[in-house]
């Protein structure tokens, strides 16, 4: 069974960068589409990016020209490099297959954004 481990969060001004991982312990080769959610305080879990197995991508509209998923299936990685980082994109981030799977769901890694 895969688990993820997401890291690589933190706190950051705004305008900075950040570049989550989500490590997993399994392959993630056979998994077609892998993609990076966010959860901010009092709102409901949301979609951030998506990539397929073919190098597909799709952003939220939010996030779009900003944020950046790739995916190392050697490494069995997806990472999500954040530039421009706004205090609104403050939030717990999770990454999952999509759709998402409920045991695949880990701790989430907390990206801060304030001055």
């Known amino acids: 069974q895969v688990q993820l481990v997401e890291s690589g969060g933190g706190l950051v001004q705004p305008g900075g960068s950040l570049r989550l991982s989500c490590a997993a312990s399994?392959?993630?080769?056979?998994?077609?589409?892998m993609a990076w959610y966010r959860q901010a305080p009092g709102k409901q879990r949301e979609f951030v990016a998506v990539?397929?197995?073919?190098?597909?991508?799709n952003y939220a509209d939010s996030v779009k020209g900003r944020f950046t998923i790739a995916r190392d299936n050697a490494k069995n990685t997806v990472y999500l490099q954040m530039n421009s980082l706004k205090p609104e994109d403050t939030a717990v981030y999770y990454c999952?297959?999509?759709?998402?799977?409920?045991?695949?769901w880990g701790q989430g890694t907390q990206v801060t954004v304030s001055s």
């Open positions: 999952n297959a999509v759709p998402s799977i409920s045991s695949y």
């Open positions: 399994g392959s993630i080769s056979s998994i077609n589409a």
């Open positions: 990539i397929g197995s073919s190098g597909y991508t």
